[in-house]
């Protein structure tokens, strides 16, 4: 039986709602030092880019989770409305943030139907696309809800070439780059999660659900539907992830000559 979208929401719910009050310790990819200063240069220049001449601007942080971009757009001078599917994540960034500043909303996973048309100097979303059944609609709906002279900004999904699996300088960097964690062997839960990945191989330790080579999210496709819908990129950046797995003086040594995520902006035309 196939697994509507409808399910697949549900499970996502389910799981981020049960992992939203850990989720901050257990994403070193997103919270730490090089990430979050590589995320605050990136989000400044997209906001530089917005022509719409409001003060404050407006932001819609989509699929917030713990506040992440919310903290760096409040930082940057926006007025955010942090947006999510987890009720937990949403009462989470309300007692975080000043509620003069930042209020919350509901989603329901496949569009933004209680927002309207041009409503966002900045539509803003960061590690969310691959947990969207219809992803490419949810950009349809971003472009929508920004206002003309507006950006839309998309980042942290993986790139052509890392779906493509062929660069060899990636390859070297990703056998040389981690370090050995002793303490992954002590974790039974690992166990459990390789041998359900026997029987599901898209089983995530999480047990959300994400995309996978067959399914990824595909870059030239959310480009034309900007265009299409008259818009111009603005920022188009391939980068290197640093994980905290990582071996900062490895990481180093390659920034630069390889990558494996894209982040993109688009501009509304006036
Ligand atoms: C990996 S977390 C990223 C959270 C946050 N953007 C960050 O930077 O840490 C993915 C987020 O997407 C949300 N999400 C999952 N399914 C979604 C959907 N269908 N529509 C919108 N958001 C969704 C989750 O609740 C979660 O907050």
């Not at 919350?104 to 969207?132: C, K, P, Q, R, W």
């Amino acid at each position: 039986m196939q697994t509507t979208d409808q399910e697949l929401i549900a499970r996502n719910i389910e799981v981020h709602d049960k992992v939203a009050r850990k989720y901050d310790t257990h994403h070193g990819e997103i919270f730490n030092p090089i990430e979050q200063e590589r995320l605050a240069a990136s989000l400044s220049s997209a906001l530089d880019a917005v022509t719409t001449g409001n003060k404050p601007l407006k932001a819609l942080d989509f699929g917030c989770g713990s506040g992440n971009l919310s903290r760096h757009l409040l930082a940057l001078g926006c007025d955010v409305v942090a947006a999510d599917v987890s009720k937990h994540f949403l009462e989470l960034v309300s007692g975080r943030f000043p509620a003069d500043r930042l209020s919350t909303l509901l989603m329901n996973g496949a569009d933004l139907s209680n927002v309207e048309d041009d409503s966002f100097d900045i539509v803003a979303t960061y590690s969310v696309l691959h947990h969207v059944p219809d992803y490419l609609g949810a950009v349809r709906e971003m472009a929508r809800v920004c206002r003309p002279g507006g950006v839309v900004y998309l980042d942290h999904e993986q790139n052509e070439g890392y779906w493509a699996g062929n660069d060899p300088v990636y390859g070297r960097f990703k056998s040389e780059v981690e370090k050995f964690d002793w303490k992954k062997f002590l974790k039974p839960s690992n166990y459990v999660h390789k041998v359900r990945r026997i029987f599901d191989p898209k089983h995530t330790n999480e047990g959300d659900i994400h995309v996978w080579p067959d399914d990824h999210i595909e870059w030239p496709k959310i480009k034309a539907i900007m265009e299409e819908r008259g818009f111009d990129a603005v920022i188009e950046e391939d980068y290197l992830l640093f994980r905290e797995i990582y071996r900062p003086e490895v990481f180093l040594n390659y920034v630069g000559r390889c990558t494996d995520m894209r982040v993109m902006a688009f501009r509304k035309r006036p």
